[in-house]
T-cell receptor, first 115, second 112 residues
Framework: EAGVVQSPRYKIIEKKQPVAFWCNPISGHNTLYWYLQNLGQGPELLIRYENEEAVDDSQLPKDRFSAERLKGVDSTLKIQPAELGDSAVYLC?????????????FGPGTRLLVL | GDSVTQMEGPVTLSEEAFLTINCTYTATGYPSLFWYVQYPGEGLQLLLKATKADDKGSNKGFEATYRKETTSFHLEKGSVQVSDSAVYFCALTSGSARQLTFGSGTQLTVLP
């Protein structure tokens, strides 16, 4: 079974430029998560989707970040414009149902460097 | 709100040494508890989990017991290997919050 797929794995951009990350969850997983992981810290949730609906986006900085999950499968996270402080690893995860006792499966992440 | 406190690293051990990584939590209700591992260059992988008090999660020689009275979920392994070198994250989910709340991670290096 294929795991969570993310692309690109690495991205280097200049500040004020836009950037987008793509995630394809495990087949059949209804719930998709985007996390932000700063260096030396644990991941923090940005947004959670159940099917195509964003059910928790309270920690997404909406002035510059946006996300979509068309058709309830793959998802795109966008930053526009990027700032130096956005340099981090962006992780995508999926679970069969909303996680409580459910296991979340993580992709390898996209490492973003903003210069 | 929910929080997880992990033993700070880095931790360096010799092969076959005993490992303990401490984890305590604060949460409302009855959280589910997890240990995730992140090998260099890879994504987070679930190592083990426990969903109710006194449950013991185990995998690959690692164990952790859900202790509600001490709000702890310490990770242990009797004999570590070089291949266990990674960053270990303690995490929880609690009733109303669906997302994982992570600790800050503990870097483990095992020397041959």
């Amino acid at each position: 079974e294929a795991g969570v797929v993310q692309s690109p794995r690495y991205k280097i951009i200049e500040k004020k430029q836009p950037v987008a990350f793509w995630c394809n969850p495990i087949s059949g997983h209804n719930t998709l998560y985007w996390y932000l992981q700063n260096l030396g810290q644990g991941p923090e949730l940005l947004i959670r989707y159940e099917n195509e609906e964003a059910v928790d986006d309270s920690q997404l900085p909406k002035d510059r970040f946006s996300a979509e999950r068309l058709k309830g499968v793959d998802s795109t996270l966008k930053i526009q414009p990027a700032e130096l402080g956005d340099s981090a690893v962006y992780l995508c995860a999926s679970s069969l149902n909303p996680a409580g006792k459910e296991t979340q499966y993580f992709g390898p992440g996209t490492r973003l460097l903003v210069l | 709100g929910d929080s997880v406190t992990q033993m700070e690293g880095p931790v360096t051990l010799s092969e076959e040494a005993f490992l303990t990584i401490n984890c305590t939590y604060t949460a409302t209700g009855y959280p589910s508890l997890f240990w995730y591992v992140q090998y260099p260059g890879e994504g987070l992988q679930l190592l083990l989990k426990a969903t109710k008090a006194d449950d013991k999660g185990s995998n690959k020689g690692f164990e952790a017991t859900y202790r509600k009275e001490t709000t702890s979920f310490h990770l242990e392994k009797g004999s570590v290997q070089v291949s266990d070198s990674a960053v270990y994250f303690c995490a929880l989910t609690s009733g109303s919050a669906r997302q994982l709340t992570f600790g800050s991670g503990t870097q483990l290096t095992v020397l041959p």
